[in-house]
């Protein structure tokens, strides 16, 4: 491994950078906080991650259940043994936990996937029609939309014209659905949600929010502000190894046949004799109804383990996060938040 070291002249608190008062406690336990980087000519400093809005390090507490958990790392969903079931269960009591954490319905699911791409993506195969999206969204939120011909609304130079602008869409002919970006990775702009979600029923479709940037930043709660679906990534919140969750209606994914085929997709025939290739698992029934059959699981359990310490821990998150403003990794205003 190759160790870039730093010039002095760029490291906070020298040529004029703010430093840190001497004393003052972290907003969050963190591994990898006490990580020093090697000076030039010699020396070193404590690391300052400018990255967090790209991923996040984990929490100390959730190192903790990985140290915990490890041990009985097992199948989920298929298998009988001990380990098997204890992972299965845990598995499947996480989806209360992520449920709460974004204030779901009793009524709605929740479909632990690999990250907020992918949870868009299965929400994308279940969209029974158009959805409308605007020019500058993340790219989890764009690229399915695109790839499945969705009609693009370009940001205006201010919310209220860009508004305008989405509302003219959603009249002009039906759509099934409007998917919008809960805070923007560039300026870090947080949207209306409640209104858009208003806008987006008043001509008959849903709403789905990307919430990678969102999550970590401001509270979530699908009932109070009728958001029909929200989508997040673990590595935005401080859980590490990749886990995302789809949140929502139940009705659309649980239309959905066939998302993906494989060992992490439902378990199909063994392949039949003389042929080299098994036929694709998804044209096997699977004997668990939605969202089982839709989620992530083999490699996953911990993960989605790691990923519910992190909606447990997220308070004191929140305030951390709120008391800079930002939800985005590019230039954008920092303001203190309000809530």
């Known amino acids: 491994m190759t160790v870039i070291a730093v010039p002095q002249d760029r490291i906070p608190g020298q040529e004029g950078w703010p430093a840190s008062e001497p004393g003052t406690p972290p907003l969050a336990d963190l591994i990898g906080a006490d990580l020093k980087v090697p000076l030039v000519p010699t020396g070193t400093a404590r690391y300052v991650n400018l990255d967090y809005a790209a991923s996040t390090p984990a929490l100390r507490v959730v190192a903790a259940q990985i140290a915990e958990l490890l041990p009985l790392y097992s199948s989920v969903h298929r298998g009988a043994g001990y380990a098997s079931m204890v992972c299965t269960t845990a598995y499947e009591a996480a989806r209360a936990d992520i449920a709460a954490f974004a204030g779901a319905r009793d009524d709605d699911v929740v479909v632990i996937t690999r990250n907020t791409t992918d949870a868009l993506n299965l929400l994308a195969n279940a969209v029974p029609g158009p959805a409308v999206h605007l020019d500058i969204e993340h790219h989890a939120n764009l690229l399915p939309w695109q790839a499945r011909h969705g009609r693009v609304v370009s940001a205006r130079g201010g919310l209220g014209e860009t508004m305008a602008a989405l509302d003219a869409e959603l009249a002009s002919r039906p759509a099934a659905l409007l998917a919008i970006t809960g805070a923007s990775n560039v300026t870090g702009e947080c949207l209306p949600l409640r209104a858009l979600a208003e806008m987006a029923h008043r001509h008959g479709a849903r709403i789905a929010v990307d919430g990678a940037q969102l999550a970590p930043h401001r509270r979530v709660d699908l009932a109070a502000t009728d958001i029909d679906y929200f989508a997040f990534s673990g590595h935005k919140i401080y859980a590490p190894f990749g886990a995302g969750a789809l949140i929502g209606r139940r009705d659309w994914p649980a239309a959905v046949r066939c998302v993906r085929s494989g060992c992490a997709a439902p378990t199909g025939p063994r392949r039949p004799p003389g042929t080299r290739l098994a036929p694709p698992t998804c044209l096997v029934p699977w004997r668990w109804p939605p969202p089982a059959a839709m989620s992530a699981r083999c490699p996953s359990a911990w ?31 920092l303001t203190r938040s309000a809530w």
Request: some cysteine; glycine content about 12%; overall charge positive.
């Open 303 to 333: 993960r989605r383990h790691m990923k519910t310490r992190c909606c447990d821990a997220s308070p004191r998150g929140w305030q951390a996060s709120a008391a800079y403003g930002y939800c985005g990794s590019g230039p954008a205003r």
